[in-house]
């Protein structure tokens, strides 16, 4: 089973997702959950970079898979704009997830935390 944790700032900002886990829903190559999941939050990571410019903090297992940690510093972002696309991008992600989740409940479960730093 996959969980994907999300953390929001005192502003309800999503500020950090982690994805940890497996969906197993399918043969490897085949499991269109952990497809999901994949594409929604890499994309939102280069999203980041590309769209809002942020430097998110990344971390990944690159051997076995599994997990995919990513947290973004919005005091970083000096332009509204490019914090204002950072904060959707991050919601879009998070939302998204949930979405799938919603669907595919036996394999996908989210939780949503305050972040304490």
């Not at 944790?5 to 309800?12: A, I, K, T, Y």
């Not at 510093?73 to 979405?99: E, G, N, P, R």
């Not at 036996?106 to 935390?113: G, L, M, N, R, T």
């Amino acid at each position: 089973m996959i969980l994907a944790q999300f953390w929001r700032n005192e502003s309800q900002q999503v500020v950090a997702l982690e994805i940890t886990g497996h969906a197993d829903a399918g043969p490897y190559g085949q499991d269109i959950v952990c497809a999901a999941v994949s594409a929604v939050t890499i994309g939102t990571i280069n999203s980041l970079q590309q769209i809002a410019h942020a430097k998110p903090q990344v971390q990944e297992d690159s051997e076995a898979g599994g997990y995919l940690k990513c947290r973004v510093d919005y005091q970083s972002l000096t332009k509204v704009q490019d914090l204002i696309a950072a904060q959707t991008l991050m919601l879009h992600c998070c939302q998204t997830i949930q979405a799938i989740a919603t669907n595919y409940a036996d394999f996908i479960q989210v939780k949503i935390e305050d972040f304490s730093s």
